[in-house]
């Protein structure tokens, strides 16, 4: 993913509640998840407690994101000082105030003794607030990079292990450096399909170095265009996305009987020519 550049510095949040094992700790999680290594994120708490909160830890397992090795910390004026943003949740006035920063304060129940049914709506609220935070802080950012950069693509089939590492191959050999080529999965496998592998090495593209991997939500943020290979993965739109999700239908060989290396083959034969297509689309889009 590309790195931010001198004049869009990387934004920094400090989440505050009393015990720091709870809604800040979620939020702070989410934050993370959401923004990757884009958004600098730190939690503390005015009174911490020796732990976080396990159904805090529970309720965030549900959304895919693990928060159990964080610690709750003190509030210090320097984590304060080294942010942008202060949120605070409850803390009311034990939060220093720096000039300069941007405070808010989010009213949210607080989940210390509440039960998994409780909680969930309390983190749902929470990732509902940093979904529009993280619109806010990276948009100026997106809006640079959309215009320093390449055009930029992202493939995704369920285990990024064939098609998707096709596509982006083909991609790569057929654009050079014009765009910005990426692949992942809904649910990666462990392997490359060996046959994939030797199917675009005929047309003298490389999936070398390559391996299966989720999908980076900030990445799923930036880049241009989605391109969902088939029907059996799903990428739902994030708020503020920079781009567009399409869905690539190709054509399965073996529906007529046709496996092995000719089935690949015209799978990959299908995926260069949509490959060229929307290498047209990106370059007049980033030209216009």
Known sequence: MPEQTPSAPKPSVLFV???????????????RHLAGDRIDV???GSTPADQ???????????????IAAEQPKILTTEAVQDSDVVITMGCGDTCPFYPG??????TLDDPAGQGIDAVRPIRD????????????????????????????VLFVCVKNGGKSQMA??????IAGDSVEVYSAGTAPGSSLNAQSVASVAEVGA????????????????????VVVIGDEAVVEPTPGMAGTIETWNIDEPSDRGIEGEERMRLIRDELAEKARGLLSELVVSSKA
Not at 20 to 27: D, T
Not at 208 to 223: C, F, N, Q, S, Y
């Open 17 to 31: 509640c009393v015990h720091n094992a709870g809604r800040s700790q979620m939020a702070a999680g989410f934050l």
């Open 42 to 44: 730190r939690s503390a």
């Open 52 to 66: 976080i909160n396990p159904v805090a830890v529970q309720a965030m397992l549900e959304e895919g994101i693990d």
């Open 101 to 106: 920063k941007r405070y808010e304060d989010w």
């Open 125 to 152: 609220e929470i990732r509902d607030r940093i979904e529009r935070l993280v619109d806010e802080l990276l948009a100026p950012a997106d809006a640079e990079l959309a215009s320093d950069h390449a055009p930029s």
């Open 168 to 173: 982006a191959a083909l991609m790569r050999q």
């Open 206 to 225: 490389s999936m070398a170095g390559e391996h299966p991997k989720p999908i980076d939500p900030a990445l799923l943020r930036t880049v241009d265009r």
